[in-house]
């Protein structure tokens, strides 16, 4: 099958991938969402499921999307891991992480379990309460403590398994701490490396790492890692703040484009 992608052509071969499943249109969808997602992640380090998952879903479904989102972002950052590495604080990455196995695993079960316009609706509201979030620059300011940092990782596991937006009570939470943007960064890209990780398993073992999703992951991979590739060469280059203020508008025209209740205009 020949599909041309925003002037791309990609040659796959179908195999029982079930690409042929979805029309033109949702791949061109899934193509830009993607694009546009990974320039996100690429200079903040998050952002991408609040961008990719909303507008995804509204093609493929939420029970496809996430899982999809992980292939192609967990292939795609892996580049972003040895750097993240080196300036990370991984003692703090870790202990998040501690939270992340048991809210990932929970996170999984209810996206399995639940209606998939249900979903969509709850990916709305959540992601319209995070975008808040982050719009309104609210920072804990209690003293940190082992505790409260397997808490934040444990609701951040639940968020990222049910729908890969797990982003912002981790961006919240680091950004209280009196540390460097750079360790900040860095610690966000590693935390979502190891929960890639568990949410890798939590999903094949649920049965949604699909041929069909894989083969969608070969359409949109390539063209996530190159926004991927352009986010991270923005990052100390471009106002961190304007860059914010963009993500921020992305992802609020995405959350209000993927509204179940706007299915029916234009078709």
Known sequence: MRVSLCGTVFVIHMFDFGIGDHSRGALVLLAVSAFLAAIARGFSGFGSALIFVPLASTAIGPQAAAPLLLIIDGVAAAGLIPSAWRHADRRDA??????ALAGIPLGAWVLIKSDPLWIRWAIAVFGTLLLALLMSGW?????????????????????????????PPIVAYWLSRPIPAETIRANIVLYFAIATMISATAY????????????????????????????????????????????????????????????????
Not at 139 to 164: E, N, S
Not at 204 to 224: D, E, F, N, Q
């Open 94 to 99: 870790g202990t998040m992480s501690i939270g």
């Open 139 to 167: 920072r804990y300011r209690g003293k940190p403590t082992a505790a409260i940092t397997v808490g934040v990782g444990a609701v951040a596991g639940l968020l990222g398994g049910a729908a890969q937006v797990g982003g």
């Open 204 to 267: 094949l073992a649920g049965g949604l790492l699909t041929s069909s999703v894989i083969g969608l992951a070969l359409v949109t991979g390539p063209i996530y890692a190159l926004g991927l590739y352009a986010g991270s060469r923005i990052f100390g280059l471009a106002s961190e703040l304007t860059f914010r203020r963009i993500c921020f508008v992305l992802i609020a025209v995405a959350i209000i484009l993927s509204l179940p209740a706007l299915d029916g205009i234009g078709h």
